[in-house]
């Protein structure tokens, strides 16, 4: 009797011949997650099968949910930055502040080698690290992986381990890994996954590129063999951006739908020229937002489509609602007084790395409390939302706004802030 046919694939895969595969190592990962090998009779040659790419892009686009990508472009030597922001999918650490967790670095090993036996700061090795300036950021701007590592430990509790640390890469499956840091001399890119896809994230291109699950193994043993060293992070990232909200985390241009990344376009739209994602995000006539649903009548009619009677009242409502609003129960509490005279008793100096970027020095009561330091940034900030760190590792200061400057130990410190 002849041999039996081989079985049929469901419609969102594809044959693909031996000879067409690419010869590296296939995890059993890879065998569940990107290939399926049927066997038709026990000593045939094996059909691998892999995603049909037409129905990978009618999948996203037909999908509920619709993904953005975030990708920071080359700005100067900024690639470390670039880095981080694409590896957590939002605009999250600037220069200003990646430079000081540099300066915090090199004091600590000052510090340290300032206690040596062979005559502390008088010592040869103490001197000749002065001399050699900051060993964590050059005068280009390229930062250690050490200032990358405690950037993001500070803000987002992960840790950045060497994919071939004992324990890392031999004890878990590269596609099991949401996010990697990749870097060879001066350049740093990340690749992360994003809706179960791959992406290169580097800032030199154009646009993200796909890595497949079957190709993610064999890409990073290349860039190992090219000299790279190859980070990851083996605990949970900030979830991908799947909402206008999210949006907000990030810089416009940057934002890439994936829809558009998956069917290969050439004109791919960013954030910034989506001519939608303003439209229906209005306020309603009670002054709610019009994207809080519920109610009924026009709780959820697109500003576009409202007539200029309706647009009107939802201005004029929205107007009188800010008017009115009252002082939050915190700017009630912590109300900044006057800066205190120099040299006064009890006066103290606080420095400050602005979430702008910019510095500022300030004179405060060692008895005022630490929420009027939130009210003098919050002031030059436009009160936007931010948050306060001081000390190092930096620290949240937000439990602290009731406790006393003196209290919490803040005189003379840098106190770094960032808009969340």
Known sequence: SSAPSPPQPPAPWIFRSPSNIESHRISNHDRKRTIALLFPTPNADPIYLEPNPLELVRHAMTSSRQYWVYHERQEALLCGQHALNNLVQQNAF????????????????????AQNNEGGTASKDYLKRMAEGSGNVD?????????????????FNLDLPNIRKKGVGDKIEVTEINGFICNRASHWFAIRKINDRFYNLNSTLERPEIISHF??????EALQSAGYSVFCVLDSLPPPCSSESSMDLGLPQYWWKEEDL???KSNAMTRADDPWRSVGSGRRLDGKSSASGGGGGN??????HMTEEEMLQMAMAASLEQQSAPASKSERAYELADEPAEGAPGVIKIQFRLPDGTRAVRRFLESDRVGVIYAFVGGRCSKQNIELRAGFPPKDLSSKKDSSIAESKLAGEMI?????
């Open 94 to 113: 600037s220069p200003g502040g990646l430079a000081e967790v540099a300066g915090q670095l090199d004091q600590m090993e000052l510090n340290y080698m």
């Open 299 to 304: 709780d959820n009619i697109p500003v576009g």
């Open 215 to 220: 190709k993610l193994a064999a890409e990073i």
């Open 139 to 155: 005068e280009s701007g390229n930062f250690s992986i050490e200032v990358l590592r405690s950037a993001l430990m500070n803000s």
């Open 262 to 264: 998956l069917s290969a």
């Open 416 to 420: 770094h802030g960032r808009y969340i």
